[in-house]
C-alpha cells in the first residue's frame, strides 16, 4: 500500500499535539476493469497491516458485497485489537470498496447493498 508523508508548511498543533507532518494511506480494490480508491490518515503501520493482513482477506472475494469484506477484515482483526491502527485500515479498505461499486452503480445506495449479508430482521 502506498505510504506518503506530506511535511506542514509550519508546525502544528491542536492543543492537545504538536506535528510536522502528515501521513495517508492509499488503498485500492480493483474489480473487471474498475478501481476504487480509499485513503486514511495514520502511522505507516496502517499500510503494512493493509498489506500483511487485510488485503489478502478480500481478494477474489465479490467486490461489491462490501458488508461481507468489512466483516471479514474486522474479524481478522481481533487479535490485532480492533482500534486505531485497525480501525484506520479497515476504513481505508471499505472506503476503496465502496469507491469502486460507486463507480460501478452511482444509482445504488450503499444500504441496499447491505442486505447481501445481513437480515433486515436482525440488522
Known amino acids: ?4 508523508t506530506v511535511p506542514t508548511d509550519a508546525p502544528e498543533a491542536d492543543g ?4 510536522d507532518s502528515t501521513t495517508m494511506v492509499i488503498t485500492e480494490v480493483t474489480a473487471g476493469d474498475m478501481t476504487g480508491t480509499g485513503w486514511t490518515y495514520g502511522p505507516a503501520s496502517v499500510g ?6 487485510l488485503a489478502p482477506l478480500v481478494e477474489g472475494h465479490d467486490a ?3 458488508p ?3 466483516d471479514a477484515m474486522c474479524r481478522a482483526a481481533r487479535n490485532a ?5 485497525t480501525a484506520c485500515a479497515i476504513s481505508a479498505r471499505t472506503t476503496s470498496a465502496s469507491s469502486r461499486c460507486s463507480s460501478t452503480a452511482p444509482w445504488t445506495p450503499l444500504g441496499a447493498r447491505s442486505s447481501r449479508t445481513r437480515d433486515p430482521a436482525t440488522a
Open 81 to 85: 485489537g480492533r482500534p486505531w491502527v
Open 16 to 19: 492537545t499535539l504538536a506535528w
Open 68 to 70: 461481507a469484506l468489512h
Open 64 to 66: 461489491m458485497d462490501i
Open 1 to 4: 500500500m502506498p505510504v506518503f
Open 48 to 53: 503494512l497491516l493493509l498489506s500483511e493482513h
